[in-house]
């Protein structure tokens, strides 16, 4: 019986491989085979990974369609020439083994990063996030042109290489390819199921797409690159930040950051792949107009962006925003009148409150029915921290209380109907 290739043992550090590569170290091991570090000794012991595919349980007989895959994936991933992706080297086959040889990324993988800045306690900020995001899109949008979907994105398959600041996509393995390895994929959908032998990408990073049927599309990459995002933004595991009962994504509660950046991550992270973005050139866009916005939405409402019952009587009286108007006949809301000073003449520069007692209750109330008796707390913390603080901010930071994006805005936009 022939000898499984998984079941040889790991090749040990000083072992010369194909007369060339010094193997120094094991880096990994996984499904496929085995990861090295290893020293070319034909460019000076220039360091670089030689990967081992050898697929679990798959005898010397059975090996010959995974070679046949191996090297139309080898010389897929040869066509790939971008800063951001290491160097495809070679690729050759010695004692029953296949071994791809690739460039070494020296560097700390964005999961270490993040560690490390929670060590100084904090994790990766918006701004951040925004920059990092704008950096890898484009490298996705290249490998998603040459018809291949990394189909296996997390903080651990994306590194910062020393003394550079942007990031590199590694870990381009066999079996990602979506253009010639399935024949039966159809002419107008960019979709393959790759079958039994291929990874399925990582728990919680994968969309359930991949990981139940193995269907992938550039925005199944998409997707976990929007949970790689919020795990950067939140420090935590994406296991903490999905319901588990409804499977809804509840990581705003984490962070903080603004409505317009949200709602991008929002649209990479749907679960159904029709309401993804689909491409990565539609992320970039939106986050571009992300950094043109001076102020974001989040902090600013304009009175004609809001429904036609904004200011009912009611709600001016509770919030004590009293109406005026122009010599147009317009309506202008300011906020009550200002002492003025007996030494100067001049308006004080201190308010009064401007929240009635009312409108803090009715505001409490809402609040509770999403977040329950904290709200009581919140608002009171608001308050403390600014008491002259206008109706429009004081509804805005407590809607920021509210986790779930749409239940927040749904709650503001009540309050001011």
């Known amino acids: 019986m022939s000898q499984s290739p998984m079941t040889r043992p790991e090749i040990a550090a000083g072992t010369l491989i194909d007369n060339r590569y010094i193997i120094q170290k094991l880096l990994g091991q996984g499904g496929l085979g085995r990861t090295y570090l290893a020293f070319d000794t034909r460019r000076f012991n220039e360091a670089c990974v030689l990967k081992e595919f050898a697929p679990i349980g798959t005898g010397e007989s059975g090996l010959e369609p995974y070679r046949n895959l191996f090297k139309r994936e080898a010389k897929i991933l040869h066509q790939l020439q971008h800063p951001q992706i290491p160097k495809f080297l070679a690729c050759f086959e010695g004692d029953g083994r296949l071994f791809l040889v690739q460039e070494y990324v020296d560097g700390k993988t964005y999961s270490r990063l993040l560690g490390e800045l929670q060590g100084q306690g904090r994790n990766f900020s918006e701004e951040e996030v925004i920059q990092w995001l704008k950096n890898l899109l484009p490298v996705l949008e290249y490998v998603h042109q040459h018809n291949i979907i990394h189909r296996d994105i997390s903080p651990d398959n994306i590194m910062l290489p020393d003394g550079n600041d942007l990031p590199v996509l590694i870990d381009f393995g066999v079996g990602k390819q979506i253009a010639d390895i399935n024949e039966r994929r159809s002419s107008n959908h960019q979709v393959t199921f790759v079958g039994k032998m291929s990874l399925v990408g990582k728990v919680?990073?994968?969309?359930?797409?991949?990981?139940?049927?193995?269907?992938?599309?550039?925005?199944?990459?998409?997707?976990?690159?929007?949970?790689?995002?919020?795990?950067?933004?939140?420090?935590?595991?994406?296991?903490?930040?999905?319901?588990?009962?409804?499977?809804?994504?509840?990581?705003?509660?984490?962070?903080?950051?603004?409505?317009?950046?949200?709602?991008?991550?929002?649209?990479?992270?749907?679960?159904?792949?029709?309401?993804?973005?689909?491409?990565?050139?539609?992320?970039?866009?939106?986050?571009?107009?992300?950094?043109?916005?001076?102020?974001?939405?989040?902090?600013?409402?304009?009175?004609?962006?809001?429904?036609?019952?904004?200011?009912?009587?009611?709600?001016?009286?509770?919030?004590?925003?009293?109406?005026?108007?122009?010599?147009?006949?317009?309506?202008?809301?300011?906020?009550?009148?200002?002492?003025?000073?007996?030494?100067?003449?001049?308006?004080?520069?201190?308010?009064?409150?401007?929240?009635?007692?009312?409108?803090?209750?009715?505001?409490?109330?809402?609040?509770?029915?999403?977040?329950?008796?904290?709200?009581?707390?919140?608002?009171?913390?608001?308050?403390?921290?600014?008491?002259?603080?206008?109706?429009?901010?004081?509804?805005?930071?407590?809607?920021?209380?509210?986790?779930?994006?749409?239940?927040?805005?749904?709650?503001?936009?009540?309050l001011f109907s």
Not at 285 to 290: A, H, K, S
Not at 383 to 390: E, K, M, T, V
């Open 204 to 414: 919680g990073y994968a969309p359930r797409e991949q990981i139940s049927l193995g269907l992938c599309s550039p925005c199944s990459d998409l997707y976990a690159l929007g949970v790689t995002a919020i795990v950067l933004l939140t420090g935590r595991d994406p296991s903490l930040l999905m319901d588990q009962y409804s499977l809804e994504w509840n990581w705003r509660c984490y962070t903080c950051i603004s409505d317009n950046f949200a709602l991008v991550l929002d649209s990479m992270l749907a679960d159904r792949p029709n309401k993804r973005y689909q491409t990565a050139r539609e992320v970039i866009t939106d986050l571009e107009r992300i950094g043109q916005l001076e102020v974001p939405m989040s902090q600013v409402m304009m009175v004609d962006d809001l429904p036609p019952t904004v200011f009912t009587p009611e709600f001016l009286a509770m919030s004590a925003i009293s109406p005026s108007y122009n010599q147009l006949g317009e309506t202008i809301f300011s906020s009550p009148s200002l002492p003025a000073s007996p030494q100067t003449g001049r308006i004080q520069q201190r308010p009064q409150p401007s929240l009635q007692p009312a409108f803090i209750k009715h505001c409490q109330q809402e609040l509770a029915y999403h977040i329950g008796p904290m709200a009581n707390l919140i608002i009171e913390e608001i308050l403390a921290q600014d008491p002259y603080i206008s109706p429009e901010q004081f509804i805005e930071l407590i809607a920021r209380e509210i986790p779930n994006f749409q239940a927040a805005f749904e709650f503001k936009k009540s």
